[in-house]
Structures are given as C-alpha cells and as structure tokens.
Nanobody, 126 residues
C-alpha cells in the first residue's frame, strides 16, 4: 500500500520554473514505478513523465520533453517534477502516481497505476 501527497503547485508566469514534489508512504517505495500525470480543465488526464523503480529509465510526453525532468529520492520516499520554460498549455492539476513494476511500454498508461495522489494545481499565465 502506498499513499501519495503531491505539493508545489502555484501560479507562475510563462517562462518560469516550478518544482512539484510527491511524498510517498510505505517501506517498499523503491519497488514502485512512479509517474506524473496532469489534467487540464475540460480535458482528459494525460501522461507527463515516469521513472522506473530503480531510477535511471525515464519516459516523457512529447509536449514536455526537454523542459520537464522527473527524479526520485528512494531514501526519502520522494518524487519530483522539475518544470522549466512553463507555458500556458501546461496549466493543469498535476497528479503523482505509483505502481509496482510494470513493463516499459505501460509506464505512460494511466490504468497501469494503482495509487494516486490528490493533485496539485499549476497555473501558468501568459
């Protein structure tokens, strides 16, 4: 069982940076693949970034590749999303998610994830 708590959202201007954090409970955190998804108003939830349980292997959506970086600290049970060069289109509620090890091809699929945080709102003004 994993419980997730996302934080770090806020109101920023286009071009600014923001770092989201996700605190996870559970002693087996290091055995979970972790991801960030987001949902903009009126849109479906979409994949943003994921990192394998041991770190190293990452996946990003095309829309954030080169601007966002996912990282994790297994010793502290934390996952981060560093967001640079933010755009108004990045405005959304961001969710962290966790799942026991899945296939690489499943990392970007929201139905692969068993545990979800409550979400943190990121608003990017133009």
């Amino acid at each position: 069982q994993v419980q997730l708590q996302a934080s770090g959202g806020g109101l920023v201007q286009a071009g600014d940076s923001l770092r989201l954090s996700c605190a996870a409970s559970g002693r087996t955190f290091r055995d979970y693949d972790m991801a960030w998804f987001r949902q903009a108003p009126g849109k479906e939830r979409e994949f943003v970034a994921a990192m394998r349980y041991r770190g190293g292997t990452t996946r990003y959506s095309d829309s954030v590749k080169g601007r966002f970086t996912i990282s994790r600290d297994n010793a502290e049970n934390m996952v981060y999303l560093q967001m640079n060069s933010l755009k108004p289109d990045d405005t959304a509620v961001y969710y962290c998610a966790a799942t026991p090890r899945v296939a690489l091809s499943a990392l970007a699929v929201d139905s692969s994830y068993d545990y979800w945080g409550q979400g943190t709102l990121v608003t990017v003004s133009s």
